[in-house]
């Protein structure tokens, strides 16, 4: 998983390893990231999905 800015720059890589399936949660702390908008990326195998977020300080 990894958090991009909004030229597509990457910012953060929050995992990057294997991971057997199943459920797994991340804290995040954005506190070196300014106001704006971000994209984050999680790829697993083929499955690639890329949604927006908003860090507001």
């Known amino acids: 998983m990894?958090?991009?800015n909004i030229l597509g720059k990457e910012?953060?890589?929050?995992?990057?390893e294997v991971k057997?399936?199943?459920?797994?949660?991340?804290?995040f702390n954005g506190?070196?990231?300014?106001?704006?908008?971000?994209y984050y990326r999680?790829?697993?195998?083929?499955?690639?999905?890329t949604?927006?977020?908003l860090i507001l300080k």
């Open 2 to 4: 990894k958090v991009y």
């Open 51 to 53: 949604r927006k977020m």
């Open 20 to 27: 057997r399936a199943g459920r797994y949660e991340v804290d």
């Open 31 to 38: 506190s070196n990231l300014s106001s704006g908008i971000y």
């Open 42 to 49: 999680l790829q697993a195998g083929e499955f690639i999905e």
């Open 11 to 16: 910012m953060a890589s929050i995992v990057n």
